[in-house]
């Protein structure tokens, strides 16, 4: 168990890289199975997505493309976060099929934002693809085909994730030590 200090919080290993690696390489193999003679375009959400997305493109066996598009969401006074489009998508996604590659879905509300902005763009197919699901939070109705890990409502870092910006360099995830 190796523990790290991030600014005024304390985080200790969950999820060792080994296993990281192995369910992002089992994720990689059902959606080149799935999609195969597709050639999808594996659209991933910056920043948190990057090593994620690096990692299972590297594991996909079909041809595959890829192209990145950067959120920002802003709190709102309503309980609906707005998310807005800092870095948009150049690609025409018509008649594409579209893997929407997250890091992880929270309350949903961003993917929810992604999965609705796309369909305007007329993909041929739009599926989530995400690396972490926290299912007690989850608020939205969405189809995540691909999930690597379901985790508890706790605040992890690691593998692209971050703490107020430091700690997506972490091989391995770490949980927030509560306390
Ligand atoms: P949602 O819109 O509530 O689903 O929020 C998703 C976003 O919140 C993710 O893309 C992350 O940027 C951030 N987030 C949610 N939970 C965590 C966490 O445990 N660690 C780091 N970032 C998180
Ligand atoms: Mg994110």
Do not use: W
């Not at 790290?4 to 959606?31: C, G, Y």
């Amino acid at each position: 168990m190796s523990i790290v200090k991030i600014k005024d919080k304390t985080f200790e290993t969950s999820i060792p890289e080994a296993t990281i690696k192995e369910r992002v390489r089992q994720l990689a193999q059902q959606m080149s199975k799935d999609l195969d003679g597709k050639n999808p375009v594996l659209l991933g959400v910056l920043n948190g997505s990057f090593i994620f997305a690096a990692d299972l493109m590297r594991e996909m066996t079909i041809p595959c493309e890829i192209s990145f598009v950067k959120l920002a969401s802003y709190q709102g006074t309503t309980s609906t976060g707005k998310v807005h489009e800092v870095l948009g998508i150049n690609e025409d996604l018509s008649d594409r099929h579209v893997v929407i590659v997250e890091d992880i879905v929270d309350t949903g509300r961003t993917m929810k934002q992604m999965v609705e902005s796309l369909g305007t763009r007329n993909p041929a197919s739009i599926h989530i693809c995400t690396l972490f699901v926290k299912p007690d939070k989850l608020e939205e109705k969405l189809d995540i085909e691909y999930a690597a890990f379901s985790i508890p409502n706790d605040f992890i870092v690691g593998y692209g994730l971050d703490y107020d910006q430091q700690g997506r360099g972490l091989k391995e995830i770490f949980t927030l030590v509560e306390g």
